[in-house]
Structure formats: C-alpha cells, structure tokens
C-alpha cells in the first residue's frame, strides 16, 4: 500500500472519528439544555384563552426560578398532582404569605385589597374554594387560568395551592403557530 493510499485512509479515519466526537457533543449539550435549561411544552385546552390557544407550542425557561422566585402574573408550568405526566399551564395570582379570596362578584382579593389585572378573560363566575380566604403557605402559589369560566386552577381542591418545588418552569416563547411567534406575557 502507497504512502497516498495511507494517508488518505487515515484523513477518512480521522474525519470520521471528528464527526462521531461532534455528533456526541451536539447531543450531550441538547440533553442537558432539555434538562436543565429549557422544555418544549404544547397548549391543550382553551383554559389560558385569550393569552394561549390549544395547540400552542412552548418554551418552558426552566433555570430562572434556579435564581429568582417566581412573580405574580407569570405563567408557570407544573404537574397535575394526580397525574405527573399531565402539566397545567396558569398564571400566578397569589405569592407565598398572601391571603386571596374571590367574592361572587368575580373580584379577586390580594390581603384584602382588589387586585387590578387584565389578564381574566371574563368575570369569575365560580370562586370555587377561593370564596373563603386561602392563606398561602411559605412556598405557596394560588393560580387561574386566563380563561376564568372555563379552567380547571386554584379555585379547585384537585388542583389547589401550587408547591415551588413543582413548579417546572415559566412559559417563556411561543414557537408555534408561526403567526404568533414570540414572548408570552
């Protein structure tokens, strides 16, 4: 065998082994990036309408609550407490210390005080458990969905106060439809 065909033989070898070194690196790095950093999550339901629509694609942010605590008006992503594969998406109305009530007139109560936000899609119908006062705990958070008449939140004892340890992330991105890409609020 020629010195040429050797070397050729030994550049292909080469380039093969890069390529293998590259594709686990690429693969390494976007195991740990779902894992650590960032999720993609789809919308079922009509309960976060008018901000998320079913069949909406997400990015969860999953490494800023590492850093931070969440905020009200954020929307979070957690576990179904009877059901871990089945994730809620809803807005943080109340934060950890706080006592919320809803009165039958749809207005929501933060220690007392009304608290004046947009998000509610219409007036709350049903208080649910949220017609007496709901005291949180130190690592409590009270959540709706942004379609208030039709969702299943913290007004329901199966759903009920939400533990920071559950909570998976903040839905961070709308990546799909196309149409609506972009940060969600």
């Known amino acids: ?31 740990l990036f779902i894992i650590f950093v960032a999720q993609r999550t789809d919308v ?17 942010d999953k490494i800023s609550y590492r850093f931070r605590d969440p905020r009200r008006f954020e929307i979070i992503v957690f576990p179904f407490r009877y059901a ?9 109305i109340g934060l950890p210390g706080e006592t919320v009530q809803i009165d039958n007139d749809g207005n929501i109560y933060i220690n007392g005080e009304i608290l004046h936000e947009s998000y509610g899609r219409e007036v709350i119908k049903s208080p649910g458990r949220a017609v007496e006062p709901i005291v949180l705990g130190e690592d409590e958070y009270f959540v709706l969905g942004d379609n ?17 340890k559950d909570i998976i992330g903040r839905a961070l991105l709308r990546i799909y439809p196309f149409a609506d890409f972009g940060p969600v609020h």
């Open 44 to 60: 079922d339901g009509k309960s976060m309408e008018n901000t998320l629509h079913h069949g909406d694609s997400l990015i969860v």
């Open 148 to 164: 208030r008449n039709n969702s299943s939140d913290g007004r329901d004892p199966s759903v009920g106060n939400i533990h920071r």
């Open 1 to 31: 065998m020629s010195g040429e065909v050797r070397r050729t033989i030994g550049q292909g070898i080469r380039s093969i082994i890069g390529t293998i070194i590259y594709l686990a690196v690429v693969f390494a790095v976007t195991f």
């Open 84 to 92: 871990e594969d089945v994730l809620y998406i809803k807005r943080i």
